[in-house]
């Protein structure tokens, strides 16, 4: 590869980073700007620093992101992050790669799917369902109602 190519390969690299530390930002809060597609990423690119700046705190931003009706299921913020720590969802927190694909949009509702890839190399696929908020606090907000592997 010549120097020219190597430069390309370093630029975006550098960038891909830049984003993912932007998008994993614990300040991140659901708006009505963030498509389904941006509240899953900035869920997963936080759980994958979910030590970052401060031990949990990418599990928090992943919390805040999560519908009413999702907390209904998960509970308060403490048993979601026993819940997030729990054997069946550590690809989150040690995935090595993540790809984001089958974005699907009808109305109010969503899906996005993602392809999680540890540092063995593992591959674990989950399907995440959000909904549009219609009323409270983050009304327009695109939030997560569920994750659940896929096949």
């Known amino acids: ?3 020219v190519g190597r430069f390309l390969v370093l630029a ?3 960038a891909e980073f830049a984003c993912r530390r932007q998008l994993a930002d614990t300040s991140r809060r659901p708006a009505p700007e963030l498509s ?3 509240v899953v ?3 997963v690119y936080a759980l994958q620093q979910h030590n970052e700046p401060t031990p949990n705190a990418g599990i ?3 919390f805040q992101f999560a ?3 999702n907390r209904q299921v998960t509970g308060p913020y403490g ?3 026993r819940l997030i720590k729990s054997p069946g969802n550590r690809p989150f927190l040690h995935a090595r790669s993540a790809h984001f694909s089958n974005e699907w949009r009808d109305g109010t509702s969503a899906e996005v799917t993602v392809d999680l890839e540890d540092q063995e190399r593992l591959r674990t696929r989950f399907t995440f369902s959000l909904s549009m ?3 409270g606090p983050f009304k327009d907000c695109w939030l997560t109602d569920g994750v659940h592997p896929s096949f």
């Open 1 to 3: 590869m010549d120097t």
């Open 12 to 14: 975006l690299l550098v």
């Open 36 to 38: 389904p597609l941006d």
């Open 41 to 43: 990423k900035i869920q």
């Open 60 to 62: 928090w931003t992943a």
């Open 67 to 69: 519908s009413s009706a």
């Open 79 to 81: 048993h979601f992050l």
């Open 133 to 135: 908020q219609r009323a």
